[in-house]
């Protein structure tokens, strides 16, 4: 993947050990400068129970207002319907593994199929189009999602899908 004309997000979690995974923005990092836009904010309240409503907005960079993008509804820690709009998606369809030995997890945006794979290390990954051509990358040590032109018109899903890998990673330990 060319960086030249991609763009960086950061995750920003919430730094406390009593905190839910589910709360978190997103940041737009600016070439060269410090200064970030926040991007996505992403909110779970705080219940104690595995069932819950993840919502997420996505800031209208045009107009500097959140605007709600989706839902997430858990049912429990591991199963989910993601709300995009008037989208619905189950969880397991934004992580379908073609073998149960698989190390990629595949989902559908736009038409085509994307897949995200587990790097070598076992703590980075990446997403490819279906030409296996990648359109964005995890990095796990700065919390960043390098993203490529070609993943801009499908962002919510890269940001959502990349953030439901990492919840079944961090969270339930498993891939």
């Not at 018109?153 to 940001?159: E, F, N, Q």
Request: hydrophobic share 40%.
């Amino acid at each position: 993947m060319s960086t030249a004309d991609s763009f960086v997000l950061q995750f920003v979690f919430v730094p406390t050990i009593d905190a839910d995974m589910r709360t978190f923005k997103v940041h737009l990092l600016s070439d060269g400068s410090p200064q970030t836009t926040e991007l996505y904010r992403f909110h779970h309240p705080v219940t104690g129970l595995s069932h819950g409503l993840t919502t997420f907005h996505r800031q209208n960079l045009t107009t500097n207002i959140f605007e709600t993008a989706g839902q997430i509804e858990w049912s429990s820690d591991y199963n989910a319907t993601v709300h995009f709009g008037l989208e619905e998606v189950h969880i397991r369809d934004l992580r379908k593994a073609k073998k149960s030995s698989s190390r990629s997890r595949r989902f559908k945006a736009a038409g085509s199929e994307y897949k995200w794979k587990m790097a070598s290390d076992s703590v980075d990954l990446s997403c490819v189009d279906s030409r296996g051509k990648v359109i964005a990358f995890w990095n796990q040590e700065q919390s960043n999602l390098l993203v490529s032109p070609k993943g801009e018109s499908i962002l919510d899903r890269l940001v959502v899908t990349c953030f439901l890998n990492l919840w079944a990673l961090r969270h339930l330990g498993q891939w």
